[in-house]
């Protein structure tokens, strides 16, 4: 390539061959990135032989994008001065980042399809509503809005499992009704906690206490999951092994026995418990597959429960 008696060339002869602007050369020569070989009697840069070859590893890695910092690891590692791996390690770093941002790209779209499809006189609504979401939305809200509704000082695990079945996470491939399902909970679970009677939350929080609504909450999630089957197959709410669970997650939580008089009470007390039949709705549509029916979620569930539980308030046979 260099055609100089010392086998070194100038850096307009080093910008021409790479096919860059003398200025990108010096710019990595300026960040230590491209070293000169020596300096011309008037001071100018002279490049040896494996400059170009440098240089044109630098402009790939700079094509994905990889700050200087991680190419100037990668060139060391290219010489022996670093461990192995730094490319790699680069590489799937530039992967997660773009994974990322085209998530971000998918909630844009799904959001500004959102709006377009609207009718003309909901757009201005619907906007305000889709506008105060991040892309994609954030889970916090949601997980603070439970917290304040779970019973103070539940044990943190018990917190976490339920806190995995009650928030949703955005899907990777949004479609617009996603984008609404999660504006619409991201302003309820922001708006004052529900109140019925002057009551925010459900009595058994009191009666079981924090320990208590431990064991209630573990018990109620395997009398959901029972109630799931009965779901996905339309059977009407009636006794059986999933009513018998829930009753026993209550009683195993206030610590008394499962008998006809405290089923009748229990149905009562959840008769009067503040209701949020909408976020369950909304967590249904963000987890449904397109064309599927509704998933059952664990209000879905409740209520089957709570009815079965009016229709049949005796225990079942041992």
């Not at 094509?63 to 799937?92: K, N, S, Y």
Request: aromatic letters at 6%.
């Amino acid at each position: 390539m260099f055609t100089s008696h010392d086998g070194l060339c100038g850096i307009g002869e080093l910008a021409e061959a790479a096919g860059v602007t003398v200025k990108t050369v010096r710019f990595y020569s300026e960040r230590g990135l491209l070293p000169e070989a020596s300096r011309s009697a008037g001071g100018h840069r002279r490049y040896g032989p494996g400059a170009l070859e440098r240089l044109r590893l630098i402009r790939s890695l700079r094509a994905f994008d990889l700050p200087l910092p991680e190419v100037r690891r990668v060139l060391d590692e290219d010489e022996g001065c670093a461990p192995g791996g730094v490319l790699e390690d680069a590489v799937a770093g530039q992967l997660r980042e773009l994974g990322s941002r085209l998530r971000e790209l998918r909630w844009r779209e799904a959001a500004l399809r959102l709006v377009q499809e609207c009718p003309p006189g909901e757009r201005a609504d619907r906007l305000l509503l889709v506008g105060a979401l991040t892309a994609p939305p954030s889970t916090a809200p949601l997980a603070r809005f439970w917290r304040a509704w779970l019973p103070a000082r539940m044990p943190a695990r018990s917190t976490a499992a339920f806190l995995d079945v009650a928030v949703p996470q955005p899907p990777d491939d949004p479609r617009p009704a996603h984008v609404l399902a999660f504006a619409r909970l991201n302003a309820l679970t922001l708006a004052p906690c529900p109140d019925v009677g002057g009551r925010p939350q459900p009595e058994a929080h009191r009666t079981a206490g924090a320990r208590g609504a431990a064991v209630l909450y573990a018990g109620l999630a395997e009398a959901y999951e029972l109630a799931a089957v009965h779901l996905r197959r339309d059977r009407e709410p009636h006794g059986g092994e999933a009513l018998d669970s829930f009753v026993d997650a209550y009683a195993r939580a206030y610590g008394i026995r499962d008998t006809p008089d405290f089923r009748r009470l229990l149905a009562r007390q959840l008769a009067a418990d503040p209701r949020i039949d909408m976020y369950w709705e909304l967590v249904a549509e963000v987890i449904t597959p397109p064309g599927a029916r509704a998933e059952p979620t664990p209000g879905a569930a409740h209520d089957w429960l709570h009815a079965a539980l009016t229709v049949r308030p005796t225990a079942s046979a041992a």
